[in-house]
């Protein structure tokens, strides 16, 4: 499994972006996804994940109301819209992937692939 992770970029607060994660996998409906960030100084810390068939989605608390997550299955694809954007969701976001039917988790250790990243800076 292949992941990029794209649409970062810099933006004023109260701001909106939406992410995107382009998966190289043949089966990747089988896979739970999920988006975490890592700010400067801090760890990786969980965002938003979503179910093989995007029927449940989980949150953290801090991005509820503002995030949104969602996927295509058809064209390999899963997005972070994000809107009301504030500095302190300043960070590098990753798109990860759990093996082939394990359920949503919120658990970084529990996803087996990763994407490269990308910035996303809310200026305020």
């Known amino acids: 499994v292949q992941l990029q992770a794209s649409g970062g970029g810099l933006v004023q607060a109260g701001g909106s972006l939406r992410l995107s994660c382009a998966a190289s996998?043949?089966?990747?409906?089988?896979?739970?996804m999920g988006w975490f960030r890592q700010a400067p100084g801090k760890e990786r810390e969980f965002v938003a994940a979503?179910?093989?068939?995007?029927?449940?989605?989980d949150y953290i608390d801090s991005v509820k109301g503002r995030f949104t997550i969602s996927r295509d299955n058809a064209n390999n694809a899963m997005y972070l819209r994000m809107s009301n954007l504030k500095p302190e969701d300043t960070a590098v976001y990753y798109c990860?992937?759990?093996?082939?039917?394990?359920?949503?988790?919120?658990?970084?250790?529990?996803?087996?692939?990763w994407g490269q990243g990308t910035q996303v800076t809310v200026s305020s």
């Open positions: 996998v043949r089966t990747f409906s089988s896979h739970s």
């Open positions: 979503i179910s093989r068939s995007g029927g449940i989605t």
């Open positions: 990860a992937a759990r093996d082939s039917y394990h359920p949503i988790s919120t658990a970084s250790g529990s996803y087996a692939y």
